[in-house]
Structure formats: structure tokens, C-alpha cells
């Protein structure tokens, strides 16, 4: 008994707002000890890259710290498909808002940089400035057009890059991956997909968030239902099924338990289990009168099992149970299923949701957007805008200050100068939403709203660029004065090459 330790956990906040868990564990008849722990804190203005802060260093001490115009932007739409579904906005702007270095960050830097202290006050007092223009989270993009337009002095506008990369790369991913596995799951007829991505997410509640803006209907994780109002759902797990000494009894446990509710069916034999699900549902609906909404498949063949649990479902009058299935499922899987006549009416996805995966089996990468953030334009000193190239084969860049126009029938894009006069009839893409460092209102609507966009967005996209594999791109044109530029930037740049 002497070997038996009792463990405490004790939270303390200290005069500066840092929260310390400290972890007690004490022996039978021996003195306590004691290890500390600081939960991480968010610190807006290190959520950079180490280069950064150097870059911006370098900038002070040569003084270029003109205008800087810079481009977010993909050079690929991910999962072999032809289009982004854009998240994440809202995340990029309250990250800009709240950029700025507080006394202890900078005394932080001044540990691990050699700064001039003079550099370091001016990082003190440094707020975002600037404008950008950006798609509106729910808007259809492609490869190579602007989702984010950032101008601001140059120093502003190399720190926020990480930071703003991070926030639209894993939201867009993410609700991109739920709008085609929602796309492959309302084949033949609307079926819901809700998300069960928590336990394997990158970030479960960027995952939720982004999820719900691609079309799922729900989530399992109740921090995200309750932060962004969401439908919360979920079944029950095999270990409750366990618990009891048959499955009969578990069974009916649950049916006592909720008016409506769903039973999962593979913890030993589904078909068996169906039966036994039957009789329980009859039973609990004629004393209780609670309904049995639904059963859930999570393994085994589905197709096949989803078939004959629909057959005994349909003889006993159980037409309206739903049948679920999850199970290590994407948008590919899903197809499949549905295409070999699985008898499902919704789907739990998880694991592909929470980490925006691709496909080893088709060679389908995954797991990441790509999103790249380009310097583009720069004003010097004398007011002359000058126009910014990278020369690198398939990674070149595209200078200027850019707008982006579509067809009203979604023919094509086109991405031009912002000084080139619009083609007749299109739609403009890029919004400002921050102008002078200030939010402009209106930039950030409520969730539902950019659920809607972006269903109504998806409704209009041409059929062909929704599907999970596509022959062709979709059409984005860049306009003759936008490659002007670039060979005029190009050609100066050789110049300039040339000559050193």
C-alpha cells in the first residue's frame, strides 16, 4: 500500500494571467512532489516564422519598408478536384486584429536575436495599417487567383504572413473535403453527412467550423456545437454495448433511455443484431413509446449488411429507421459504396474530415492546402509602383495588384490588374475587408450566412468541376495587360541580373 500515489492537479493563475497546472503526487507516509506545468498561451505576434522577424529586421536597418502588395493564393486545387470552397477568413482577420507585441514577447526576441533595441520599439508600437481584399469565406476559388489581397508597409506585411497562410490553408482544406464527401453522399438523394472528427483532427474546432461550411450537417464535438451553435449528434460507442452482459440488454437500456435514439449494429453480428434490434424498437415504441431513429453499421461489408438490415427493417414496418454507416470513410468510399447499391441514408465521417486526407490508393495527396503568400507590388520611395516577379519555373509569380472576375454563367474567370477596366457583365470576386487597419463592417457574417454562400455557390458550380476527379480545369484567364507585366517584370529582372 506503501507504493500507492495519489495525484492532484491544481490550476493557479499568476499576476500576469498565466495559468500554471501544477501536478501533485504523493506517496502513503512520504513528502508531496511537485511538477509544474504552464498551459500554452496564444501570442498572436510570435505566431510567425523565425525569418519574420529577421526579415522585418533587415527591412528597418536598409529603411525599405515601402507599400507592399502580397497575393494568397494555391497553385493546385487539392484532392485531384478543380476548386477551393474558401474558409478561414474570419480567423485571418481576428489574427490581424490582435497582432502586436506585448513587453514580454519583445523581451523574448531580444533573448534570442541581437535586435536594436531602437527595432524592438518600434515592433512595440507596430499595428496592422494596411488593406486587404480577400474572397468571402464561401466563395469558389481556383488555382492561381488571389484568395487574399494584403497591402501594407512591408514590415506589417511580412509578419502577418504565417499566420494568415495557417488560417486559410487548413480552413479552405478542410471545408473543401466536406463538400465533396457531401457531394458524393447526395448521389441519387440527399443524404447527411455529420462530422466525427474530433479524437483525429489537426485543429477540432477549426475542423468543425470548416466542416459545417462545406455541407456537413453536424458535429460530434460539443465544444464546437456549443462555440458555433451547431447541430450536436452521435450514437454510441461499442464500448456501452460491452458493458452489458448481451447486446439485448444494451439495447434496451438505450431505447429506456431517449425518446429517439440510434443503435449500433456491429459490435458482434449485424445481422443478428438487427434483430434483436427489431424486437427491441417494437418493444420500446409500444410501452414507452420512444422511436428507434436509427442504426449505425462502423465495420464489415456494408454494402451487403446495409442491404439485408433494410430488408428486415421494411418487413417488421421499421421504413423510416435510418440506416448510418462511418467507418474510416471519404468522398472515393462513399461513391463506391453507393454505387454497389448500399442501402444508406447518412454517413459519419471522421478521420478524412480531421485531417483534410487524401487517397494513397488512387495517389491522391492530401493533408495539406499549399497556400503560398507572394510579394507582388512594392512602392519605393518616389511614390513609383514596382512591379515584384519570382522567376521559377512552374513556381513563378504573377506581379501587380490583381482583381478577379467571373462570368455570370461560370464560363471562366478572369484575373487582371486592378487598373484594367472590368469585362462587361462579370462579376467582381476580391471584398475589402479591412481598409486603414480598421474591419470594414460586414466583413465578418455569421456562420449560417457563409454556410449558405457556400451552398449556393457549390449549386452553381458547373457539374462538371464538382466531380471527385476532373479532365479539365476550370478556365482562368489572365488578362493581356496582367502578362504584359509579368514579361515586363521578368525582362527587367534579367536586366538587373545581368549587369551585377
Known amino acids: ?28 507516509g512520504s513528502h508531496s512532489s511537485i511538477m509544474n506545468r504552464r498551459a500554452p498561451q496564444y501570442h498572436p505576434a510570435l505566431m510567425t516564422d523565425m525569418y519574420h522577424p529577421d526579415s522585418a529586421y533587415v527591412s528597418w536597418r536598409t529603411g525599405l519598408n515601402g507599400l507592399t502588395t502580397f497575393d494568397l493564393y494555391t497553385r493546385t486545387a487539392p484532392f485531384g478536384g478543380a476548386y ?7 480567423a485571418a482577420l481576428e489574427f490581424v486584429q490582435a497582432f502586436h507585441y506585448t513587453p514580454d514577447e519583445l523581451r523574448f526576441l531580444a533573448q534570442i536575436r541581437d535586435y536594436d533595441s531602437a527595432f524592438l520599439d518600434e515592433l512595440a508600437k507596430l499595428r496592422f495599417s494596411g488593406e486587404i481584399l480577400a474572397l468571402p469565406e464561401g466563395s469558389i476559388a481556383f488555382p492561381n487567383e488571389p484568395i487574399m489581397r494584403v497591402t501594407a508597409p512591408f514590415r506589417e506585411a511580412i509578419l502577418l504572413e504565417a499566420g494568415l497562410v495557417q ?90 433511455a431517449y425518446n429517439r435514439y440510434t443503435l449500433l449494429l456491429d459490435t458482434y453480428d449485424p445481422r443478428q443484431a438487427i434483430h434483436t434490434a427489431i424486437t427491441v424498437a417494437l418493444r420500446s415504441q409500444e410501452t414507452l413509446g420512444h422511436t428507434l431513429a436509427a442504426v449505425r453499421l462502423d465495420s464489415g461489408d456494408i454494402v451487403a449488411d446495409s442491404k439485408y438490415i433494410r430488408e ?79 522567376i521559377a519555373g512552374p513556381k513563378s509569380t504573377w506581379p501587380g495588384r490583381k482583381e478577379i472576375y467571373r462570368h455570370p454563367e461560370w464560363k471562366e474567370d478572369v484575373v487582371q490588374l486592378a487598373n484594367e477596366p472590368r469585362p462587361d457583365n462579370y462579376h467582381r470576386l476580391l471584398r475589402p475587408v479591412m ?66
Open 84 to 90: 477551393l470552397l474558401v474558409a478561414g477568413l474570419e
Open 167 to 256: 488560417s486559410i490553408n487548413l480552413s479552405t482544406l478542410i471545408a473543401t473535403k466536406a463538400s465533396r464527401i457531401v457531394f458524393a453522399a447526395e448521389q441519387g438523394h440527399p443524404r447527411r453527412v455529420a462530422e466525427f472528427a474530433f479524437r483525429r483532427a489537426q485543429e477540432p474546432l477549426t475542423v468543425a467550423r470548416a466542416s459545417y461550411i462545406g455541407g456537413c450537417s453536424s458535429t460530434s464535438l460539443l465544444n464546437a456545437a456549443y462555440e458555433y451553435r451547431l447541430p450536436a449528434t452521435g450514437t454510441v460507442p461499442h464500448a456501452l454495448i460491452e458493458l452489458f452482459p448481451t447486446e439485448e440488454e444494451a439495447f434496451a437500456a438505450v431505447a429506456e
Open 1 to 28: 500500500m506503501n507504493n500507492i500515489a495519489a495525484h492532484f492537479k491544481l490550476y493557479i493563475v499568476n499576476r500576469y494571467g498565466i495559468i500554471y497546472t501544477k501536478y501533485l503526487t504523493k506517496k502513503k
Open 312 to 390: 428486415q427493417l421494411d418487413k417488421a414496418g421499421l421504413d423510416s429507421v435510418r440506416i448510418l454507416a462511418s467507418g474510416d470513410l471519404d468522398e472515393w468510399k462513399i461513391s463506391e459504396m453507393l454505387a454497389a447499391g448500399a442501402e444508406v441514408d447518412s454517413f459519419g465521417v471522421g478521420t478524412s474530415l480531421g485531417f483534410g486526407s487524401g487517397s494513397v490508393e488512387r495517389d491522391i495527396p492530401g493533408g495539406s492546402l499549399g497556400a503560398v503568400y507572394k510579394e507582388v507590388s512594392y512602392m519605393d520611395e518616389a511614390g513609383n509602383e514596382i512591379p515584384k516577379v519570382k
Open 435 to 500: 481598409r486603414n487597419g480598421e474591419m470594414i463592417p460586414g466583413s465578418l457574417p455569421p456562420l449560417s450566412e457563409i454556410r449558405e454562400l457556400a451552398q449556393q455557390n457549390l449549386r452553381m458550380l458547373p457539374l462538371q468541376y464538382r466531380q471527385l476527379t476532373v479532365d479539365q480545369p476550370y478556365p482562368v484567364r489572365f488578362s493581356e495587360g496582367l502578362q504584359a507585366l509579368r514579361k515586363q517584370a521578368e525582362k527587367s529582372l534579367e536586366n538587373h541580373l545581368a549587369e551585377e
